[in-house]
């Protein structure tokens, strides 16, 4: 990183011009913001719980009842017990349960457990901690539901909520004594003993993953976000959790040979609830009472924050932010060291190139791609994610994909990479086009990413390629390899899945950050792939007075290709774009009155307000932020929100688009597509 920022120091000092100076100033504001550091979480000292206050968990004095539920015991005149050992007030209160089996008698025996398993638990008795944790949490179940106790039961009392978190509280401390014996997984089963009843209980996983792709918890309580802006949540029953992904081999493949795993990012994480369901009692009157069985699912909130619960519609407690967090905060993927590596080594970024999924495939939602710009990656669209993923509508209805690549390279480059992957994942996740949603594809592209997503829904006719060549390409004398990169990436059709795009701070006309300074330092410090520069050189050597002067191969970085004076740019905003698709455009206008407004034109620091601006959008807004934080901005999240739910609204309006053109092979004039 020292190496770079003398390079470009010193190729700056080569250069007077005063535009060229604004840009090395950018470049230095992105070479400080991808060298900082930050931590996604941190680990709380004391678990988060909301009984830390009432029943003073932390005091010195060790875990007390609260007011209410002391009010009672001396009612019954059973606040003697209060200093004596757990074992005897609950013995007393078991009594006065089986003759009055009231909704406050239930709390109080249910609050009286959970205090009793914290003492067993801080003495080291596990066992014992384990069946009082069973004991308040069914206790706490027939609180909630219990049929008998249905006319009692009032959801505007303050102590139904308490009840909620005594169950929370008494799961989660159960599931972390199963988890210390490694029982935390689909498929164990074990009992709790209570002095009433015995429970045997079972793990089921249920949910768009298989049992297997959950290789260990964490408890979201251990956690505190940092990195996110905003924590998002549901709130009701169960313990949300933190499911790390199992990481299998890439040797897991389909039918065609494709594998699955490839979109996985190593240590991918999901968010989960724990529930413990008590399932309805078989006990024969006149026999001795068997165990009652229970089910402690582990639940994809992603699918559903709503349960049937004995014959209730029951809210999740659940965690959006605190899993995507954890995942973030692992280093191999922070956005810094994807982002230099992308940019500055195309070489070795190949190697993790590629559309990735931070959620299981469900057949049943519409893909959300999501495209990142120069000198970024899919780490820069996490706000975004986080936020959107937040409203209901729209995790019911989207999943969201992300797709990486070298962005040192020319962004058509990149297009014709990403229409292939396109393609591939197609054929891996629904090879017979069963999924009516793999249709519906919305694409958002941030700065040069835009250019890449726009790519994906025009045809490119013979334009693409008269701007290297006014030659036939069949005429052209190559390498098979190299004939059929240069054919995919100048000929194509637009994606017949893709139906909406939006480009948020994208560079249609091209960008003054592209100019004699950062272009020089682009040549000087992006490191191309080996086989592009010399299929270069040999396309040149084997077809002498062949390609026009300044075509796009002598164009060999990004920098370079989002110059003003590309000649792509004009061929990319005129091109026949797919009658099927919307458009929709977001831009980025910064202060004019701050430091860094002064000294640039109008837009945003990056993209002159003039080159960002469309006239064939459907729609298009203008947000007050700089280049690299437009797409976190909250006007922008809203109208993507809002773009995403006029998709869903005309879908379900039966507005759908007009199903795409089958066309005949085509030629045009003296240049045949290959």
Same mark, same amino acid.
């Given at each position: 990183?020292?190496?770079?920022?003398?390079?470009?120091?010193?190729?700056?000092?080569?250069?007077?011009?005063?535009?060229?100076?604004?840009?090395?100033?950018?470049?230095?504001?992105?070479?400080?913001?991808g060298?900082?550091?930050?931590?996604?979480?941190?680990?709380?000292?004391?678990?988060?719980?909301?009984?830390?206050?009432?029943?003073?968990?932390l005091?010195?004095?060790?875990?007390?009842?609260?007011?209410?539920?002391?009010?009672?015991?001396?009612?019954?005149?059973?606040?003697?017990?209060?200093?004596?050992g757990?074992d005897?007030i609950?013995?007393?209160?078991?009594?006065?349960?089986?003759?009055?089996?009231?909704?406050?008698?239930?709390?109080?025996?249910?609050?009286l457990?959970?205090?009793?398993?914290k003492?067993?638990?801080?003495?080291?008795?596990?066992?014992?901690?384990?069946?009082?944790?069973?004991?308040?949490?069914?206790?706490?179940?027939?609180?909630?539901?219990?049929?008998?106790?249905?006319?009692?039961?009032n959801?505007y009392?303050p102590?139904?909520?308490?009840t909620?978190d005594?169950?929370?509280?008494?799961?989660?401390?159960?599931?972390?004594?199963?988890?210390?014996e490694g029982?935390?997984?689909p498929g164990?089963?074990?009992?709790?003993r209570?002095?009433?009843l015995?429970?045997? #209980?079972?793990?089921?996983?249920?949910?768009?993953?298989k049992?297997?792709?959950l290789?260990?918890?964490?408890?979201?309580?251990?956690y505190?976000?940092?990195?996110?802006?905003?924590?998002?949540?549901?709130? &009701?029953? &169960?313990?949300?959790?933190?499911?790390?992904?199992?990481?299998?081999?890439?040797?897991?493949?389909?039918?065609?040979?494709?594998s699955?795993?490839?979109?996985?990012?190593?240590?991918?994480?999901?968010?989960?609830t724990?529930?413990?369901?008590v399932l309805?009692?078989?006990?024969?009157?006149?026999?001795?009472?068997?165990?009652?069985?229970?089910?402690?699912?582990?639940?994809d909130?992603?699918?559903?924050?709503d349960?049937?619960?004995?014959?209730?519609?029951?809210?999740?407690?659940?965690?959006?932010s605190?899993?995507?967090?954890?995942?973030?905060?692992?280093?191999?993927?922070?956005d810094?060291?994807?982002?230099?590596?992308?940019?500055?080594?195309?070489?070795?970024?190949?190697?993790?190139?590629?559309?990735?999924?931070?959620?299981s495939?469900?057949?049943?939602?519409?893909p959300?791609?999501?495209?990142?710009?120069?000198?970024?990656?899919?780490?820069?669209?996490?706000?975004?994610?986080?936020d959107?993923?937040?409203?209901?509508?729209?995790?019911?209805a989207?999943?969201?994909?992300?797709?990486?690549?070298?962005?040192g390279?020319?962004?058509?480059?990149?297009?014709?990479?990403?229409?292939?992957?396109?393609?591939?994942?197609?054929? #891996?996740?629904?090879?017979?086009?069963r999924?009516?949603?793999?249709d519906?594809i919305?694409? #958002?592209?941030?700065?040069m990413?835009?250019?890449?997503?726009?790519?994906?829904?025009?045809?490119? &006719?013979?334009?693409?390629?008269?701007?290297?060549?006014?030659?036939?390409f069949?005429?052209?004398?190559?390498?098979?390899?190299?004939?059929?990169?240069l054919?995919?990436?100048?000929?194509?059709?637009?994606?017949?899945?893709?139906?909406?795009?939006?480009t948020?701070?994208?560079?249609?006309?091209?960008?003054?950050?592209?100019n004699?300074?950062?272009?020089?330092?682009?040549?000087?410090?992006?490191a191309?792939?080996?086989?592009?520069?010399?299929?270069?050189?040999?396309?040149?050597?084997?077809?002498?007075?062949?390609?026009?002067?300044?075509?796009?191969?002598?164009?060999?970085?990004?920098?370079?290709?989002?110059?003003?004076?590309?000649?792509?740019?004009?061929?990319?905003?005129?091109?026949?774009?797919?009658?099927?698709?919307?458009?929709?455009n977001?831009v980025?206008?910064?202060?004019?009155?701050g430091?860094?407004?002064?000294?640039?034109?109008?837009?945003? &620091?990056?993209?002159?307000?003039?080159?960002?601006?469309?006239?064939?959008?459907?729609?298009?807004?203008? #947000?007050p932020?700089?280049?690299?934080n437009?797409h976190?901005?909250?006007?922008?999240?809203?109208?993507?929100?809002?773009?995403?739910?006029?998709?869903?609204?005309?879908?379900?309006?039966?507005?759908?688009?007009?199903?795409?053109?089958?066309?005949?092979?085509?030629?045009?004039g003296?240049?045949?597509?290959?």
């Amino acid at each position: 990183m020292q190496r770079l920022f003398m390079a470009m120091t010193s190729g700056v000092l080569k250069i007077s011009s005063f535009r060229c100076c604004r840009a090395a100033i950018l470049i230095l504001c992105l070479l400080l913001g991808g060298c900082s550091s930050l931590n996604w979480v941190t680990v709380r000292k004391v678990p988060h719980n909301p009984l830390e206050q009432p029943l003073r968990l932390l005091s010195r004095k060790g875990p007390r009842p609260t007011g209410r539920t002391t009010q009672l015991l001396r009612r019954y005149d059973l606040d003697r017990h209060l200093n004596s050992g757990s074992d005897e007030i609950l013995a007393e209160m078991q009594q006065v349960l089986a003759q009055e089996p009231t909704t406050e008698n239930y709390y109080a025996y249910a609050e009286l457990s959970y205090i009793a398993g914290k003492k067993a638990q801080d003495r080291g008795e596990i066992a014992h901690a384990l069946d009082f944790y069973g004991a308040s949490l069914a206790h706490s179940y027939f609180y909630l539901f219990d049929e008998s106790l249905g006319r009692y039961r009032n959801a505007y009392d303050p102590q139904f909520r308490r009840t909620c978190d005594i169950y929370n509280g008494a799961l989660e401390e159960t599931l972390r004594l199963i988890q210390e014996e490694g029982h935390l997984r689909p498929g164990y089963s074990y009992r709790v003993r209570t002095p009433r009843l015995n429970f045997d #209980v079972s793990v089921v996983a249920r949910g768009r993953w298989k049992p297997d792709d959950l290789e260990k918890f964490e408890f979201v309580s251990d956690y505190k976000v940092k990195g996110l802006t905003n924590h998002h949540r549901t709130y &009701g029953l &169960g313990v949300p959790l933190i499911a790390i992904r199992q990481n299998k081999d890439s040797d897991a493949h389909d039918t065609r040979g494709n594998s699955v795993e490839r979109y996985y990012p190593p240590g991918v994480t999901f968010p989960v609830t724990a529930l413990l369901r008590v399932l309805p009692s078989r006990h024969v009157p006149g026999t001795r009472e068997m165990p009652r069985s229970c089910v402690l699912e582990l639940l994809d909130p992603l699918q559903s924050t709503d349960v049937q619960l004995a014959g209730h519609a029951v809210p999740l407690e659940s965690d959006f932010s605190t899993p995507l967090a954890y995942f973030l905060d692992n280093p191999q993927f922070r956005d810094q060291n994807l982002a230099t590596l992308g940019l500055l080594n195309s070489q070795k970024s190949y190697n993790i190139r590629g559309l990735y999924m931070l959620e299981s495939y469900d057949a049943g939602k519409i893909p959300v791609l999501m495209v990142h710009g120069l000198w970024s990656s899919p780490v820069t669209w996490m706000e975004m994610f986080n936020d959107l993923r937040a409203s209901r509508d729209i995790r019911n209805a989207y999943q969201f994909w992300f797709y990486l690549y070298p962005s040192g390279q020319p962004f058509w480059i990149s297009a014709a990479q990403l229409r292939r992957d396109l393609k591939q994942i197609r054929e #891996v996740l629904d090879p017979r086009h069963r999924s009516a949603a793999m249709d519906q594809i919305v694409l #958002v592209g941030h700065s040069m990413g835009g250019l890449v997503s726009k790519l994906q829904t025009v045809s490119s &006719g013979d334009v693409f390629w008269k701007t290297v060549s006014e030659r036939p390409f069949n005429e052209l004398q190559a390498a098979g390899a190299v004939r059929r990169e240069l054919a995919e990436t100048l000929f194509f059709e637009p994606n017949p899945s893709v139906r909406r795009v939006i480009t948020i701070a994208t560079p249609h006309r091209g960008s003054e950050f592209s100019n004699s300074a950062t272009r020089w330092l682009g040549r000087k410090l992006i490191a191309l792939p080996n086989l592009l520069v010399k299929a270069n050189g040999r396309l040149r050597r084997e077809n002498p007075n062949y390609f026009r002067d300044d075509n796009l191969l002598d164009i060999t970085t990004s920098i370079d290709s989002l110059a003003a004076d590309s000649p792509i740019l004009p061929v990319v905003l005129e091109s026949p774009k797919a009658p099927w698709v919307h458009y929709h455009n977001i831009v980025g206008k910064i202060d004019p009155n701050g430091w860094f407004g002064k000294i640039s034109n109008e837009g945003d &620091g990056v993209v002159d307000l003039s080159s960002a601006r469309l006239q064939y959008v459907d729609s298009e807004i203008v #947000v007050p932020a700089d280049h690299l934080n437009v797409h976190r901005h909250p006007r922008s999240v809203l109208e993507v929100r809002r773009i995403l739910r006029e998709h869903l609204n005309r879908l379900r309006a039966g507005r759908a688009y007009l199903p795409y053109p089958v066309r005949p092979a085509w030629h045009v004039g003296n240049t045949t597509q290959p």
